[in-house]
């Protein structure tokens, strides 16, 4: 059983660009976190997902920042107009149900601005 | 806002002593809290979690403490090995009805094994 997929593992972009990061969760697990993580810190939640629907994204910035989890395919955090502040270590994780359960994260993506 | 806190940022111990990782929460109505591993470049791994109901539980060479009186939790580790070494990250989930996948982290602990 594969764990969760996050691509790329590595993502360059210069200011203005957009990002694109993907997470496959888990087989069975319906629901999908984001997390972000600057360096020497700790992880900061971002956006609750399940299936086609937006639980919880209070820790979403305002602007530029979009999420989705479509019926079909890997969830995707969307990042437009990047700037130097957006580089960090974005995490996925994912669980098979939204409560009192535990959520197994990916690898990570790490964005760098340049 | 609510926050999860760690004492010591880094701990350095010999290869086969008891390591043990403290960490401070403020929201008094958590209800489950969870220590993560994070190795360099990689994601959190969980390594045992608590609930608040409990004051301790017990795993594979890991013990979590949980004094809710002064909202401390610690992790201890028997017999630590260099492979133990990474950030250690406690993260605790708010009261009834959150999901547990909504973490708030701590700062994390710097774990350093040497052989």
């Known amino acids: 059983n594969a764990g969760v997929m996050q691509n790329p593992r590595h993502l360059v972009r210069r200011r203005g660009q957009e990002a694109r990061l993907r997470c496959s969760p888990m087989?069975?697990?319906?629901?999908v976190y984001w997390y972000r993580q600057l360096p020497e810190e700790g992880l900061k939640f971002m956006v609750y997902?399940?299936?086609?629907?937006?639980?919880?994204e209070s820790g979403m910035p305002k602007e530029r920042f979009s999420a989705e989890f479509p019926k079909e395919g890997p969830s995707i955090l969307r990042i437009q107009q990047v700037v130097r502040g957006d580089s960090a270590a974005y995490f996925c994780?994912?669980?098979?149900?939204?409560?009192?359960?535990?959520?197994?994260f990916g690898q990570g993506t790490r964005l760098t601005v340049v | 806002g609510e926050s999860v806190g760690l004492h010591l940022p880094t701990l350095s111990v010999q290869e086969g002593d008891n390591s043990i990782i403290n960490c401070a929460y403020s929201?008094?109505?958590?209800?489950?809290f969870i220590w993560y591993k994070q190795e360099s470049g990689k994601g959190p791994q969980f390594i045992i979690d608590?609930?608040?109901?409990?004051d301790k539980r017990q795993g594979q060479r890991v013990t979590v403490l949980l004094n809710k009186t002064v909202k401390h939790l610690s992790l201890q580790i028997a017999a630590t090995q260099p492979g133990d070494s990474a950030v250690y990250f406690c993260?605790?989930?708010?009261?009834?009805?959150?999901?547990?996948?909504?973490?708030?982290f701590g700062q994390g602990t710097i774990l350093t094994v040497h052989p």
């Open positions: 994780a994912s669980s098979p149900l939204g409560l009192d359960t535990e959520a197994f």
């Open positions: 087989k069975g697990h319906s629901h």
């Open positions: 997902l399940q299936k086609e629907n937006i639980i919880d």
């Open positions: 929201n008094s109505a958590s209800d489950y």
């Open positions: 608590i609930r608040s109901n409990m």
């Open positions: 993260a605790e989930t708010g009261a009834g009805g959150t999901s547990y996948g909504k973490l708030t």
